[in-house]
């Protein structure tokens, strides 16, 4: 069964680094999207990527973060310049193009120290 | 008001019983809607779609009322397995198939 991976599973990181999450979405799907969740709150939208550009990004998508499809199967999210309150469970999902069902990767621990 | 809003819980209940989650949603150009369910730490996984005839998936039976955009989640006969978050999901469609969650409610089965 197809299924979307990212790595690390967990990352450590000192305040004020930057780091990159990986996702290597379902490979014909068309919507990618990274989500994260604060531990103990809801699963928060962080932005959604289509054609090669963000299509929509939160208020918590701020200049820090960005998001690359460096090629046809990686999908990235930078955050800058860490900070403590960035410590999440960071998922990216994935749709095709003729369904609206997302698929979510396993996440990644991102705990900034 | 918040865009998806669900009962708060955690609900427990005992092996055996039928329990219900409750679900609103306030943007009427919502267009899709699902249960996900979510185990501790992990993933959020696709339980079910809902769809306006209602639709049901072994003990597990969604509906769907748009006039009150309204979502529901009805779990039968519940085990110790079911045991989880369950996540009630809308998507709206333009601006790239956004989808948004609600906070989630605890269920626990116990003994």
Request: charged share 20%; net charge neutral; hydrophobic share 30%.
């Amino acid at each position: 069964e197809p299924e979307v991976t990212q790595t690390p599973s967990h990352q450590v990181t000192q305040m004020g680094q930057e780091v990159i999450l990986r996702c290597v979405p379902i490979s014909n799907h068309l919507y990618f999207y990274w989500y994260r969740q604060i531990l103990g709150q809801k699963v928060e939208f962080l932005v959604s990527f289509y054609n090669n550009e963000i299509s929509e990004k939160s208020e918590i998508f701020d200049d820090q973060f960005s998001v690359e499809r460096p090629d046809g199967s990686n999908f990235t999210l930078k955050i800058r310049s860490t900070k403590l309150e960035d410590s999440a469970m960071y998922f990216c999902a994935s749709i095709g193009g003729q369904s609206t069902e997302a698929f979510f990767g396993q996440g990644t621990r991102l705990t900034v120290v | 008001r918040k865009e998806v809003e669900q009962d708060p819980g955690p609900f427990n209940v005992p092996e055996g019983a039928t329990v219900a989650f409750n679900c609103t949603y306030s943007n009427s150009a919502s267009q899709s809607f699902f249960w996900y369910r979510q185990d501790c730490r992990k993933e959020p996984k696709l339980l079910m779609s809902v769809y306006s005839s209602g639709n049901e998936d072994g003990r597990f039976t969604a509906q769907l009322n748009r006039a009150s955009q309204y979502i529901s989640l009805l779990i039968r006969d519940s085990k110790l397995s079911d045991s989880a978050t369950y996540l009630c999901v809308v998507n709206r469609r333009g601006g790239g198939n956004k989808l948004t969650f609600g906070t989630g409610t605890q269920l626990k089965v116990e003994l």
